[in-house]
Structures are given as C-alpha cells and as structure tokens.
C-alpha cells in the first residue's frame, strides 16, 4: 500500500498506474470512474448522471443494480459462494432448467463457462468431436470472443493478430448496405448469400466441416439485421452435407432484440446455442453452451474433454436465477420490442432526414446501428476523428454512446422506458448536430 498511498483514494490514477486494459495502446487512456447506476443511468464519480445507450459491453440487459439480481447474488453468496463443477447445486441448475427454457424444442442440457469466448470454444469443441470433422466455418464479419478457436473464427481486425487455431474459413453473409453480391435487394442479398456460402463448402469439402458459426444478428460487426429467410436457408444447407449448426447468441441472447433468443425472429432450430452477456447481465461472469438433445447424448458414452474450474459458480448462477426470473416477471424483453417498435426505431431514422451523414439505421429491439458515412452516394465511411467527436458531443449532453468503426450502435439496457429512449434519441439528436453531421 505504501508505494502507492498518495493515490489510494484515486480511483483513476490508480488504474492508469496499474491497470491494463484491453483492445488499446496503453498510453492514451483518459480513464472515467462510474461510482453508480440504476436502470439504464450511469453515476459518473463527478456528480453527472448519464443515460447509457451502450449497456457496456452491450450486456447489462437488465439494468444497473437491480435489486432482485443483486439479492439473488447476497442469498447465494449467505449460502455457499463456491462449490466445484461436479457437485449438484440448486442455483445451478435452476439456472440451466431457466436458460434452456428459452431455446426451442430438444434442448436440455447446459454446459456453464465463464464468458462468451468459452461458451464459443467449447460449442466449437463439443461440434467437432460429434462431427469427427475439423474446419468451422463463420463470418468476415463477426465476433465471437478472444480466445483461440474464437478468435480465429472472429472476421474482424482482432483476429489478424491473434490467429494461431487451425481450421477456421472464412464466408460473407448478408449486408445489403455494402453488399458483397451487388445486390439490390433483400431478398437478392439472402438468395446470393445462400448460393456463395454453397460455393465456399463445395470448395472446402463438405466432409471436412464440422459446424458453421453464427450470431443470429452479427453484433460488433454492424448490428447487421439478416434477412428474414437467410437461417432458414442455412440450415437447409447444413442438413443437406450433415454440417451443424452453432448460432452465437451471446450478444443478442435475453431480450437484447425484443425476443429473448434473437434466432426466435428467424424460425430455425440451431444444433448448439452459445450465451453470455443478457443471461445475467453480466452482475457475476457466466457464459454456457445449450447442447440440443443428439448433441447432449452423444457425450453420455464419450468423456467430454473440456472443463473449467468455475463451470456454473454458483453466484452467477444464483445471478442468473435472479436475473431470469426479474426477465419474466416485469416483461422486460416485452419492453425491448416496444422500444425499438415505437421509439429507437421511428425515431433514429427520422434522424436521416435532418442528417446528411446518416448511412443507413437498422436494428430491432434495443439493438440499432446507425451508419455514418462521408457522403450518402460514395457511402465512404465517416472518418474516426468525427465519430470520437460524435461521442465527445454526447457525453456533454449526458449521453454515454458506443461507437465502432463507422457506426453508433445505440444499445441501451433492456429496461430503458419509452420516455427514456425518446429523451436518448433527442440527445444524439444535438450531439450529431455539433459534430457538424
Ligand atoms: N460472441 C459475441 C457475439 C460477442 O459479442 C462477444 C463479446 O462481445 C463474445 C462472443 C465474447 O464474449 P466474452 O467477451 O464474454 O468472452
């Protein structure tokens, strides 16, 4: 303590002395310290509340401290707050029963992690020892967590650093804005989707392909909204080579799209369901792989090799009962559909009328990505200097909004109200409008 007495009370000279952090150069950090937060409200340590149109990592779902979840975790943790993966724990497995409930019919079984980038590695692992095949197949644009088989099977700049995991391809899916197919229409888009991803597994070799990987709404990547009958079509085309299934709901899983799994939307059984985030909005890490019931049997006869010390801890366990259970009860994911139906929807795109920088708007629930470019014909994206500046914008006006690349993804928890999400909107509304957009 000594060394660092002077600044003990500091929360930010602290972490820029000690804290490393993710995905940046060190150096050109201007850390903020939150000391609070209710509902979709942020209490910056200087006194200003801000309204959070990210929900962090787009992950807390149901809001900052709700009081159901942050009892639920206090009564597991007056119980017993760790017990190892093999013994039976109530919290545990109400929490599977809970979480399995929302997959569709023949799913039964829950493999728990810590995170989203485990759940992926080990849907990954339990796809190709059922298949007995090596390669995975998932998106140029998609994020499925920074570990080794999720990484390599991540589209983004993040995996160029980082790709040491054997047997990952790579295929475009559906982005009608930039499309990839010179497409003009959505229903172009998906059928052109659909027959270059046929190509891609006649080139690799059917046989040779365990599973494809995919977020049911590619999140990090764009918030890009498939067409309606594009899974549908996958699936067609993985049951035709005897190829699974994974959908990667660890983004939009637990209301974030107005439907508690996203995949809901689109009509399609997956074979495995990997979650994170909105299961327990993140209040105590968790992650964990649905299993469909072929996939569960299968290891009834065979050692699954694969294991974590913490597999359903029970805090985040007894945070995800909570948390679920909160879900039901006060019809949150309702709330995230009526959001995105009646405000985040309507009123971001009227935002196109009054600003010529706007690209395209689309999203569902409180799931939206608002594409900025240079200049609507070229569709050049707009630079980084004015999109930080587009937050800078909005943090004066209260407002904490997340941005990547050439796009605002507005993401606020599930349980913003109408008037909330409208008094947002009004604010990126100014914020745009001094950033010169
Ligand atoms: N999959 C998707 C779709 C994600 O968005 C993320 C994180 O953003 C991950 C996986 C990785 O999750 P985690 O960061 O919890 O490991």
Redesign the pocket.
Known sequence: VSADEAIWDDACALDLKHVFHSWQAQADRHPVEVTGGHGAWLQYADGREMLDFTSQ??NVNIGYQHPKVVEGIAKQAALLCTIGPDYANLARGRAASLVVRRAPEGFNKVFFTN????A?ENAIRAARLFTGRDKILSSYRS????TGA?ISATGDWRRKPNDYARGHVHFFTPYLYRSEFSATTQNEECERALAHLEHVIQFEGPDTIAAILL?SVP??AGIITPPKDYFKGVREITKKYGILMIT?E??TGFGRTGFWLALDDYGYTPDII?F??GCNSGYVPA?GVMLSDPIAHYFDGVVFPGGLTYSGHPLAMGAIVAAQEAMEEEHIVDNAYNVGHDILGPKLSALSETHPKIGEVRGKGVFWAVEMVADRASREPLDGATMKQIVAEGAKLGLVLGVHDNRIHVTPPCVITLDEASDGVERLDKALTAAGC
Request: charged share 20%; proline share 0%.
């Open positions: 990592q787009v995170a989203g980038a485990d992926n994020y499925h967590g920074n999720a977020e999140g990090t990667d660890v983004m990997s994170a985030k992650g």
